[in-house]
Nanobody, 119 residues
Framework: QVRLGESGGGLVQAGGSLRLSCVAS????????MGWYRQVPGKQRELVTT???????NYLDSVKGRFTISRDNAQNTVYLQMNSLKPEDTAVYYC?????????????WGQGTQVTVSS
């Protein structure tokens, strides 16, 4: 069993910053790609950014230049540094990890953390 634990969400004014963290724990052999998604009520969950085990990244166009994803492979942790936040960034942010355990490979999700940006 693998668990993803997120932290770092909260309320911030427009233009401010937040840093999200997500730690993976459990019977992990290897973590492949990790990423962050977000969802607002009534809309589909959207991909914000991903990072491969080798460090290659990609971003949603609307967050390029403002958000930065990074990971610490030794700590099984992925981070999302969010700068210059806008009200439209308000959402529940979910951590995602493609994990190989001793038996299989599976994508796991965190429970989500609320980010609210006030104007």
């Amino acid at each position: 069993q693998v668990r993803l634990g997120e932290s770092g969400g909260g309320l911030v004014q427009a233009g401010g910053s937040l840093r999200l963290s997500c730690v993976a724990s459990g019977s992990i052999v290897r973590i492949n790609a990790m990423g962050w998604y977000r969802q607002v009520p009534g809309k589909q969950r959207e991909l914000v950014t991903t990072i491969t085990s080798g460090g290659s990244t990609n971003y949603l166009d609307s967050v390029k230049g403002r958000f930065t994803i990074s990971r610490d492979n030794a700590q099984n942790t992925v981070y999302l540094q969010m700068n210059s936040l806008k009200p439209e960034d308000t959402a529940v942010y979910y951590c995602n990890a493609d994990v190989t355990t001793g038996l299989w490979r599976h994508v796991y999700w965190g429970q989500g953390t609320q980010v609210t940006v006030s104007s």
